[in-house]
């Protein structure tokens, strides 16, 4: 079993930045990859970045490419979420996920991901 714990959501003005982190406990595998997803008052939950655990390959929506940074350590099991040039769109919740195995094309689908933390919130206003 994996528990996927997120933290460092937060209120932060527009054009702010904040740094989202999730930790990995329990049984972890080399062929993970651990992903970050969204879902925003009355939207439905968006994929937002992603991270191969042995090749370090990223991926990210088109909506945050040159503002999110994604990245991990390996060590101890922590993948991160650098969110910089905040806008109010970016409100929402912010769910790390983890999928034992998952092709490239399907990196961005929620269904392809095994294991979800709780959320942490992230607000932004204007």
């Known amino acids: 079993q994996v528990q996927l714990m997120e933290s460092g959501g937060g209120l932060v003005q527009t054009g702010g930045s904040l740094r989202l982190s999730c930790v990995a406990s329990?049984?972890?595998?080399?062929?993970?990859?651990t992903a970050w997803f969204r879902r925003a008052p009355g939207r439905e939950r968006e994929f937002v970045a992603a991270i191969r655990w042995s090749a370090g390959n990223t991926y990210y929506s088109d909506s945050v490419k040159g503002r999110f940074t994604i990245s991990k350590d390996s060590a101890n099991d922590m993948v991160f979420l650098q969110m910089n040039n905040l806008e109010p769109e970016d409100t929402a919740i912010f769910y790390c996920?983890?999928?034992?195995?998952?092709?490239?094309?399907?990196?961005?689908?929620?269904?392809?991901?095994?294991?979800w933390g709780q959320g942490t919130q992230v607000a932004v206003f204007s």
């Open positions: 329990g049984r972890t595998y080399t062929t993970w990859t």
């Open positions: 996920a983890v999928s034992r195995l998952v092709i490239d094309r399907a990196v961005s689908s929620a269904d392809n991901y095994d294991y």
